[in-house]
């Protein structure tokens, strides 16, 4: 019996299927190396040891199908209000299409709103059109202009 996909923390024995779902698109196919687990691992330590850090997957009777990473960001601005920042949102490709993208934004809002966050903010690389049209449905506003610099 195929129950809905849970939100839960991330464990270290996710890694692998987290990772795999990173590197499933055109963007992560060239930035990702799933056969080399170490930066992960260390990522992943770090991640668990900030309290500020919520690695969450979503698990299907004991598959993960989906991942996001919920940062809380405290912050001076907008009188002294934390922020939440959603990233690396991902749903297996098996199980896309199915609502589960919007469940874990859900919680990643309700986890921001819990937390006393006054906002959440997300970036979504500028190529991947589906993904705005996404975001937009979910009440998200692209209000910003993002920039990034690569060291």
Not at 19 to 35: C, F, H, I, K, N
Not at 43 to 54: C, G, S, T, V
């Amino acid at each position: 019996m195929t129950t809905s996909p849970r939100v839960r923390p991330a464990r270290a024995e996710d890694l692998s299927a987290i990772v795999a779902m990173l590197a499933d698109d055109p963007l992560g196919a060239s930035r990702e190396d799933p056969d080399d687990p170490a930066p992960y691992r260390r990522a992943f330590d770090a991640l668990e040891a900030d309290p500020h850090q919520h690695l969450v997957v979503a698990d299907a009777d004991g598959t993960v199908v989906g991942t996001l990473q919920l940062t809380v960001i405290p912050g001076l601005s907008r009188r002294g209000a934390s922020r939440a920042l959603i990233e690396a949102v991902r749903v297996h490709s098996e199980h896309r299409g199915g609502g589960l993208g919007a469940q874990l934004v859900q919680w990643g809002v309700d986890e921001a709103r819990r937390q006393g966050c006054s906002l959440v903010q997300l970036t979504s690389d500028a190529t991947r059109r589906d993904a705005h049209r996404f975001y937009e449905r979910l009440g998200f506003t692209a209000s910003h202009v993002g920039f990034k610099l690569a060291l």
